[in-house]
């Protein structure tokens, strides 16, 4: 887990530059906790990507416990950005009966597949950047 930690915490460095920043933390479980800012840029690229793992779709709940995997995470934060990636249709969705109940469930669509692309590409990128500052890659000519 720790090993997969540090290969998260590389992977998220990427995405903060394109963030407005807002009131949310994300800490990084493991043997090692890490806090850091973030906002809606990151919430919605980790939440396209934990959607994205299913085909069938999931479920706000357990979008909720797969999300705080990695990171803390209310269900009253992640339901506004389910809203916004629906209405932005990085996200369809549809109702099944569970247990006698109707449960929502989130599908990622073309255009949300394409945004989350762009996220990671563009983490890749990042990610890469800042790692070569913490290995001391910025030189003063």
Known sequence: M??????????????????VLIDYTII???????????GSTLLDAIVLAVVSKDPEGTYGYKITQDVREVIELSESTLYPVLR???KDECLSTY???CAGR???YYRITEKGITQLQMYETEWINYS???????EGGITHE
């Open 28 to 38: 990084i479980l493991g043997d090692e906790s890490m806090v850091f800012n973030t």
């Open 102 to 104: 109707n449960r929502r």
């Open 84 to 86: 916004r990636l629906q």
């Open 128 to 134: 890469s950047k800042i790692t070569s500052v913490f």
């Open 95 to 97: 109702d099944k009966e």
């Open 2 to 19: 720790k090993e997969e930690s540090l290969l998260l915490l590389s992977d998220l460095q990427k995405l903060i530059n394109q963030v």
